[in-house]
């Protein structure tokens, strides 16, 4: 069959757009999905039609972000503060690039200070003064990047502490009504507490536990896990119980007349149909987490960004102001990085159309 052909040419170009479907399944997860357009419309599936997807799914987006960035601009230095004006978007691009530059220089003076060591120790062996050859670790202030890495360190040890404690707790109470009842009203008077009350509480246990803070983690980063664990644990309990609760009835008499363990019941049974909605609640927990993890570094002095802006408020410097909405920003776009990441598993493990 000649390539000239037009079933062959069709032929073609369906695979090319069964291709192009099947990629989308894993751009859209991931914010991606504007991608998809543009591929048709390479692929000849209505430019026209794929034309305006494109300007629904990344122009309007995009020139609302404009907007928002004109708006900021202009209405920005009419806001004067004790420290001067509200700082516009150059301002705080300005702020961006030095704390780059700041973290820049600091990952050189590490790299001299731990080639200094290097040649020391490699003088001291040469020497035959191996007794005295010793490491220590560079112990100057961390980075913008160092911050942001504790951070999201510190968010997913809560948010896997919380799903530990959660999704089993879930599947007891969506098992069980005598469960669900005992949980019930446990649930609803912890679920609202703010982690500002929750934080003191952590605090005092943590240091009657942890007396010392010579361990592997330190007492602040263990405080602000903790604080994020009680605080988003709820949606993940919440979810799993609903979604193990709406399991068909039918599925469960059956797993009864096949005499299946509880296990196999649970593994094989329960946990793929309740998936999608223990992913929900995975998803709202880890959102919880991120937003409680700031307010619980701010107060613990965990090294993260809420230690950061709560520095940056108490430095009151010119560039304080700046400096902070880089880091109202960064978890800003940490947070939908995030969401993101859960919402590609989700469709991963679930086949989930949910946005």
């Known amino acids: ?20 479907a099947r990629i989308d399944t894993w751009l859209r997860p991931l914010g991606l999905g504007w991608v998809t357009p543009i591929l048709r419309a390479c692929a000849g599936d209505d430019p026209a039609r794929q034309m305006r997807a494109l300007w629904r799914q990344l122009g309007v987006p995009v020139v609302a972000i404009i907007a928002f960035l004109a708006l900021w601009a202009a209405a ?17 691009w300005q702020a961006a690039v030095g704390l780059h530059e700041e973290a820049r220089r600091e990952a050189e003076k590490e790299a001299a200070f731990l080639a200094r060591q290097e040649e020391r120790n490699a003088r001291l062996i040469a020497e035959g003064q191996a007794d005295k050859v010793k490491i220590r670790a560079y112990t100057g202030r961390p980075t913008y990047y160092d911050q942001i890495l504790t951070s999201i360190v510190t968010v997913f040890t809560g948010f896997a502490l919380a799903a530990t ?26 679920r609202p507490v703010s982690p500002l009350a929750w934080l003191p509480i952590v605090t005092m246990v943590v240091s009657a536990l942890y007396a010392t803070n010579d361990g592997v983690l330190a007492k602040s980063f263990i405080v602000s896990a903790v604080t994020v664990t009680l605080c988003s644990l709820w949606p993940t309990l919440i979810n799993t119980a609903l979604g193990v609760a709406q399991v068909d009835r039918h599925l469960v008499n059956v797993s009864r007349v096949l005499k299946m363990t509880t296990r196999d019941k649970i593994t094989r049974l329960v946990l793929p149909s309740a998936l999608p909605l223990i992913f ?21 002095q965990n090294p993260g960004l809420g230690k950061f802006v709560w520095d940056e ?15 109202v920003l960064t978890i800003g776009l940490i947070g939908f990085a995030l969401d993101r990441v859960m919402f590609a598993l989700q469709s991963t493990f679930t086949h989930s159309e949910t946005r």
């Open 165 to 190: 404690v959660a999704v089993p707790l879930g599947i007891l109470a969506g098992l069980s009504p005598t469960a669900n009842a005992a949980m019930s009203p446990l649930i609803q008077i912890f």
């Open 313 to 327: 408020f108490q430095n009151g410097s010119s560039q304080s102001l700046a400096r902070i909405m880089v880091a």
């Open 280 to 300: 929900t609640g995975l998803r709202l927990s880890l959102g919880v987490g991120w937003m409680v993890l700031i307010a619980a570094e701010m107060l613990a």
């Open 1 to 20: 069959m000649s390539t000239s052909d037009p079933a062959f040419a069709s032929g073609a170009r369906a695979r090319t757009l069964d291709h192009i």
């Open 76 to 92: 920005a230095p009419r806001v004067q503060t004790s420290l001067g004006a509200i700082p516009g978007p150059a301002q705080v």
